[in-house]
């Protein structure tokens, strides 16, 4: 699959595509936010979080897949990161998301998650979808159990986490469809 091929996906309330340059200031905000970024690798400066947002650009170049951009149709917003996610060494064929604080508690990561779930099963042939999720992160947790997801293992993650442990959440193309 290559960049060609990538429709944006629209829920409700969301539209779901890939990172353009223009998103860049508010995934910058967002990963110098400590709160907001705990869980997804950390407070970053402006020229670490390029680096990061030219990671997610580049792997829908190298991939033909990675995170959408998230954009409150509301708003015309950007208010986050969600989808599909698999770097050199993770634990598998992961749907992570990482939302802007003001997005939170609004079922956005579930309305976004659900959407990215289905298109990976559907255009990427996933046989499974994981989560890895830090213990701690008690609202990433309902949301996986929300999802239909189930604890499956502990893993370690890739360089530069590889002193973190994760619980890795998932589950199969069968699961997920029998979910409706």
Same mark, same amino acid.
């Given at each position: 699959? *290559?960049?060609? #091929? ?9 539209? +779901? ?38 990671? +997610? ?19 015309? &917003? ?53 989560? *890895?999720?830090?213990? #701690? ?8 159990? &929300? +999802?239909?997801?189930?604890?499956? &293992?502990? *893993? ?21 469809? &029998?979910?409706?």
């Amino acid at each position: 699959m *290559s960049i060609h #091929d990538i429709r944006i996906i629209e829920t409700e309330r969301l539209i +779901l595509r890939p990172p353009i340059h223009e998103d860049f200031d508010a995934y910058a905000r967002n990963m110098a936010d400590a709160e907001a970024a705990h869980f997804i690798g950390g407070m970053q400066a402006r020229p670490v979080a390029w680096r990061g947002f030219l990671t +997610l650009a580049g792997a829908w170049m190298i991939q033909g897949y990675s995170m959408f951009s998230v954009i409150e149709k509301a708003t015309g &917003r950007w208010i986050g990161r969600l989808g599909p996610w698999q770097p050199e060494g993770w634990p598998g064929t992961e749907v992570g998301w990482g939302l802007v604080r003001e997005a939170w508690g609004k079922g956005y990561a579930y309305e976004g998650a659900v959407a990215a779930i289905d298109w990976a099963f559907e255009h990427l042939g996933w046989a499974e979808v994981i989560h *890895s999720i830090n213990a #701690d992160n008690a609202p990433s947790l309902a949301l996986a159990r &929300r +999802l239909g997801s189930r604890f499956l &293992r502990h *893993s370690g993650l890739p360089e530069p986490y590889q002193d973190i442990t994760v619980e890795i959440w998932g589950q199969t193309r069968e699961e997920w469809a &029998r979910r409706a």
